[in-house]
Structures are given as structure tokens and as C-alpha cells.
């Protein structure tokens, strides 16, 4: 067990500093303090982090940290630390580590017994959430899905019976599918979809998954909350209604009138397996 006292002791420091998530306007006076103190700047993109930076006239040395060198960033950082420098990490946008790069490097500085302090600051899950109109007693960050279909659908499923609201990061180019998905899969919920927030095209959208599919042309970095499962929904066992209408289909049946028998055996609507059959096949 390891007990940080983050301001009683002498140690070198590791600040994951939340930065604006559109307006810069967002970056807190004590984020500011600590970017101008530290020794380096471990930055997600160098150029990105830039703009905010001369904003607010931090001239602070910077590094690249990201993805695709996170394991070799984290080795060098952890030099610079224990060589007794403090160190700052910054996402393009909102918190380090959240569908961001960082985990290497906090694990790393954890381990070797270094401070490891937040600074707090904006994060677009929450905001999308405490203003979607959802039930935020309980919920679930989960980011982003599979880049594939097949394995969004998967994703969803398992989510299925999840009882709390849920909270996705989602790109323009795939929200259409994954409403309408969402809507296979998860039933006919209330949801909200919060872009570019804290932006000038700033835009909430209310209202339940079946209105949400006439959207289109969604731009921007885009916030999906759904909200969770209730036990008085019906569950349908997807394996038990595809392998039926399958052998429907196998006997001779046109997926149609299989469907129609199917739904009438198991006491589900037509339209309900028709979507969950199709999405299963697409």
C-alpha cells in the first residue's frame, strides 16, 4: 500500500492537467500555475497544444506524447522525473488517460512512488451528461465502441440489461450507424446527443433513439448518452430469435412470414424482431 501526501512531501510531481475542450476560456487559473512551473510539457499533439499554450503565454518546454510512442514517452518521462523534475501531461482536449494517452505513464510513476496530481478542468462526458436530461445517479463512461460494426453490435448487446445512463464518444461519420444500431438493439430509448460543446455550434438533441434516426449530416466532436436498461423492458434473447427464424427460413418460409411466426410464438412485436433479426444480418 502507498499513501500520497501530495503537498507534504518533496518529491518530484506528475500533473495530468485537464485542458479546454473547446473554449479556452475553460482552462482553470491553478492549470495555468502548474503549466508555467513545470520542468516539460508532455503534450498529445505538440501543435495542437501550441494554441493554447501561447494563449495563455506559457512558454514551458514541450515534448510529444501520444499513441503511437506512449511506452518510449513514458520511459523518458520517468527519466526526467527522477531526475527531480516536474512534469506536466496535456490531451488535445479535456482529461489526460480519458480516450486519451497517459495510462503508461501514470502506471509507471505510481509505481516508481512519484506524486501523481490532477488539475482539474472541463470533460465533455460530464458535461453532456449533467445536461442531457438523463439520470445521472448512477452511470457508465464508456467512451468509444469498435471501429467495426460487427463490433459495435457486440458492444451494445452486452450493454443490454446495463442499468445505468450511458455515456459514448462517437465520430460524425458513425453516429448514423450507431443510432440506429442503438436503436436495434438497446429498444426505443431516451437519449441525448451533445457536439462541439463549449464551442460556437455548441447543440444538445433530446429525444429517444427512434426520433434520433431521421438525423443527419452531424458534425463535430460528438457526446452520445443513452439512458439504461429498466426491468420492466423486455429482454429478447437474440441467439433464441435468430436460430428461430433461421430454421423457419431453412424449412421453407420466406424471412417474412418467419418473422410473423416467430414474434407470435414468442409474444414480441413484428416490427421488434424485425430490427433485431436485421441488425444481427447487415
Known amino acids: 500500500m502507498k499513501r500520497q501526501k501530495s503537498f507534504h512531501n ?4 506528475l500533473y495530468l492537467v485537464a485542458t479546454p475542450i473547446g473554449n479556452l476560456a475553460e482552462l482553470t487559473n491553478r492549470a495555468v500555475d502548474i503549466l508555467k512551473a513545470v520542468d516539460v510539457i508532455a503534450c498529445e499533439d505538440t501543435r495542437t497544444s501550441k494554441v493554447l499554450l501561447d494563449h495563455y503565454s506559457i512558454k514551458t518546454h514541450t515534448i510529444s506524447y501520444h499513441n503511437f510512442n506512449e511506452e518510449d514517452s513514458a520511459h523518458g518521462l520517468i527519466k526526467l522525473l527522477e531526475e527531480g523534475k516536474d512534469v506536466a501531461l496535456i490531451s488535445d482536449a479535456g482529461y489526460p488517460l480519458i480516450s486519451d494517452p497517459g495510462y503508461a505513464l501514470v502506471n509507471k510513476a505510481v509505481n516508481k512512488d512519484f506524486n501523481v496530481v490532477c488539475i482539474s478542468g472541463a470533460n465533455a462526458a460530464l458535461n453532456a451528461l449533467v445536461a442531457s436530461g438523463l439520470s445521472t445517479n448512477h452511470y457508465l463512461y464508456y467512451g468509444f465502441m469498435s471501429e467495426k460494426s460487427s463490433g459495435v453490435k457486440k458492444e451494445l448487446e ?3 440489461t446495463f442499468p445505468y445512463t450511458m455515456i459514448f464518444y462517437e465520430a460524425p461519420h458513425r453516429i448514423k450507424n450507431t443510432l440506429r ?17 463549449t464551442k460556437n455550434h455548441e447543440e444538445y438533441i433530446r429525444g429517444t433513439l427512434e426520433e434520433m434516426q431521421e438525423l443527419d449530416d452531424l ?29 423457419y427460413i431453412s424449412e421453407g418460409m420466406s424471412a417474412k412470414d418467419a418473422i410473423k411466426k416467430t414474434a407470435k410464438e414468442m409474444g414480441i412485436s413484428k416490427n421488434e424482431i424485425y430490427n433485431y433479426y436485421h441488425a444481427k444480418n447487415c
Open 158 to 160: 452486452k450493454l443490454l
Open 181 to 197: 444500431y442503438a436503436l436495434d438493439i438497446l429498444g426505443n430509448r431516451k437519449a441525448c446527443i451533445a457536439r462541439e460543446l
Open 10 to 13: 518533496d518529491k518530484p510531481t
Open 219 to 247: 458534425k463535430g466532436e460528438i457526446v452520445l448518452v443513452i439512458e439504461g436498461f429498466h426491468e420492466d423492458e423486455i429482454v429478447i434473447d437474440y441467439i433464441s430469435v435468430k436460430e428461430m427464424v433461421d430454421t
